[in-house]
Every structure is written in C-alpha cells, then in structure tokens.
C-alpha cells in the first residue's frame, strides 16, 4: 500500500503514481478492507485531469474507480452515499460521452438495486437524475431512467404511476424509432397491466415488445426476458405445456448470460409448469439434473416440497409446505396465484372424496375429517355447489349438507336439436332444386 502511505507533497509531486500505483493498491484490496480502497477511489474521481496526453488514460481510471465506489456502497449499505456520488461525478460527464456517462449512472442503479429494501431510495435517485438530464438535455440518458423508474415504481406496486411514465416514454421514443429502449419499455408495460390482472393488454404490450425486438440485433439476456413475460402469461392463460417451453427458453439465456438469479426464478417456474400440468414426477428428474444440481438452494427445494405435497394429494402437507417456504412460494406473485388455484383445486378433491359415502353429514363432521376450520370448509362447499362442481345443499339450520343422486342425462334435447338440423338441411336442398326447375 506504498501508495496510499504517500505524503500529499509526494501525491501532488507524483499525480501518476498516485492514480495509477494507489488504484492497483486499492482495487486489491477493496473486499478485505472496503473503506481504505473507498478513500482512494473518491481520491481519483475527485483529482482533476490537466495532462492532456494521459487524460484518456486518467478519464478510464476514473470511470472504473466509480464502478468500484458504487460496488462498495451497495456492498457495505452506504447507499446514501451513492446520492451524493451521482451529484460529484457530474462535472466528469461533461468530459465523457453521453454513452458512457449513461452506462455509469445504470451500472450504479443497478448496484444499489441488488440490496433488498432500496426501492424508495433508487426512485427518488432516478427522479433526481431525470432533473438534472432535463437541465443538460440529455435525453438520451434521461428516457433510460424513466424505463427504470417505471419498472421501480411497478416492483412498489404503484401501477397508476408506472403507466404514466411508461405512456410519455412511449410517445416519445417512438419519434426517434429507438427499438431496444422501446422493447424494455413495452416489457414493463406488459408487466403492468400483468399485475393489474389486464391480460390482454399485457399480451398485446409484450407483442410490440417482440415485433420491436425482431427489427434488430436483440441481446440473449432481453430476449430472456421477452421469453420470461411470455411464459407468465402463458400460464395465466392455463397453457402451462407452453409456458415450460416459453421458461425453458429464459432460462437458457439467463444462465448463459450470468444472471443466476433469474436463471433460478425462471427455473422455479419451469417447475411451477409441471406442477400445474399434473406432471409432478417431472419434477424430480429436473431436479436431479444439470440445471437442477446447480441452482440447488431453497427456491428449488421449495417447488420439490410442493410437488411431494401435490403427489400425495394432502392438504396438511401442503399448507406445511407453504407455511416453511413463505419467502419463496407466498411472496412471489406469480407462484402464489398458481399455487391457491392449485389448493383449490386439491381441497376439492379431497371433498368429494370425502363426501362419496354420505347422502347427509354435518358440516363440522366434514371439517374435522379433511382438519380445517368449520367456516372454511363451509365456505367451500357453497362455492362447489353454485359451479355445480357438487349437487347438493347446505341446511343452515342444522348445519347439514344435503347430497343429491347425479340426475341421469336426458338426451331428448340434444337429439331434437339435430332433427331439426336435419330437416332444416332437407328443406335447403329441396328449395335449391325447386328453384333451379323454375329457372329453366
């Protein structure tokens, strides 16, 4: 560490050295002693740059010592110092271009945004930033952190807010025909109204998004996401044999292009897709597999537990399941929806399994036989019985259900509808040839 034991008088004397011994110093042992190499990266972005034949030189250190300031914040917690950071480094962006200046302040929004909990912080970050972009009228990097805004603002559930500026973004971007930013808007959009339960609109966004994503060279990890979004809403839509292929596909390109993270939601959700398809014994080859074997960890363990439970057909087991696993099953949005239709669908089961040799039991007898609360199991039952999924009723007086035999099927409608389908194309035929005789 010569270099960070030197002198002010020597620093001053040897700027070169300072920058460029210190630097190697400091990016050593930045993740052993993060707050020495901090000092020496503030040092370096601060230290102005007066050598015109060593400014290019100096002008890359000092985007790199940024990159690493902005790791170490969000690394140690101090994002507060990220806000103040974005504030010194402005005047250096006046020596750089516009490209690079945006790549530094999304590589530090995306540093923070790897702390949970920092939402609130990267949105008030982002507003600031779009201010300043205003001012300098950069617009080039003032649409990609209204894209981020949009996309933070919909991670907070403020959907009307996300609309709003992803609309504007939109309209705008159009104008100046830039695809990829128009692609990673429309994503977010399609996410939106996903979240707002508007499937069709969030289809018809994630379309654009892929016919936009066609017209030029679309990076693995985008066309990961267009999959990801596209999967989603596949299974939404109940198709859940196409949302494995749509899942398989994201995660192909999320494990390629490093992002472990999602490469394991996207896993998750390859797994989600067999559970729902009634294919759970799939589940354990996935498991046991390459891809399986390495993302092993608790989201992955947690779809296992739930496939054992879906295989036994246990309502205990499985609401065991979700109780250990709250974290990675309750708090994902899209898992959670799928798998409360998947309890439904299982309590139901288990229901008339249960009701089979019953033509009258009482309802608290049923509860305490399936072991859920009286009022639940109530609740159920007449929601079975006005689908017509149960033929029965509930005597709210004694606290009954009352079974009723399956009606047999009368067929006389259903034949009568095709006699007279029959004679109706009888009487077609029969007015074709009186008129063709009455032509001639």
């Given at each position: ?246 899942f398989y596909e994201a995660y192909e390109g999320f494990s390629t292009g490093g992002r472990d993270a999602q490469a394991v939601q996207a896993l998750k959700y390859m797994l989600l897709s067999k559970i729902m398809s009634n294919q759970a014994s799939d589940v354990y080859n996935i498991v046991h597999s390459k891809a399986g074997v390495r993302y092993a960890g608790v989201e992955i363990e947690a779809m296992r537990a739930v496939a054992n439970a879906y ?130």
């Open positions: 560490m010569s270099g960070v034991a030197m002198s002010d008088q020597a620093v001053s004397s040897r700027s070169e050295y300072f920058t460029t011994e210190a630097y190697d110093d400091a990016v050593e042992i930045m993740d052993i002693k993060p707050a020495e190499a901090a000092k020496v990266f503030v040092s370096i972005v601060q230290e102005a740059v007066t050598d015109t034949d060593e400014a290019a030189k100096k002008s890359k250190m000092k985007e790199e010592a940024i990159y690493h300031l902005g790791h170490i914040y969000a690394k140690t917690g101090e994002i507060a110092k990220v806000s103040q950071l974005m504030v010194d480094i402005r005047p250096f962006f006046k020596e750089i271009s516009k490209p690079r200046s945006a790549k530094i302040v999304r590589t530090l929004i995306d540093d923070i945004a790897k702390t949970p909990g920092t939402e609130e912080f990267l949105a008030q970050l982002c507003l600031d930033s779009i201010a300043w972009c205003v001012e300098e009228k950069r617009s080039f990097l003032r649409q990609r952190l209204e894209a981020r805004l949009a996309a933070l603002y919909c991670t907070m559930k403020k959907y009307k807010e996300s609309l709003a500026v992803i609309r504007k973004l939109v309209r705008e971007v159009k104008k100046f025909d830039d695809k990829p930013l128009m692609v990673e808007a429309e994503l977010v959009e399609s996410d939106v109204y996903f979240m707002l339960q508007n499937i069709p609109k969030s289809k018809g966004a994630l379309t654009t998004a892929r016919s936009n994503a066609n017209g030029f060279y679309c990076p693995p990890l985008v066309q990961a996401q267009i999959d990801q979004q596209a999967g989603i809403i596949a299974a939404a839509e109940k198709d859940f044999k196409t949302a494995f292929s749509y295989k036994q057909r246990s309502i205990r087991v499985f609401e065991q399941v979700l109780a250990e696993h709250k974290a990675q099953l309750q708090d994902d949005a899209i898992v959670a929806t799928h798998l409360t239709a998947l309890f439904d669908s299982l309590l139901e089961q288990n229901l008339k399994r249960l009701l089979e040799p019953f033509v009258r039991v009482q309802i608290a007898h049923v509860a305490e036989l399936i072991r859920l609360p009286r009022a639940d199991v109530e609740a159920k039952l007449s929601q079975m019985i006005l689908d017509q999924k149960l033929r029965g009723i509930l005597d709210q007086g004694s606290g009954d259900l009352i079974l009723f035999d399956e009606a047999a099927k009368d067929d006389s409608y259903d034949t009568a509808i095709k006699v007279v389908g029959a004679l109706d194309s009888v009487v077609d035929r029969l007015y074709a040839k009186t008129h063709k005789l009455a032509s001639s």
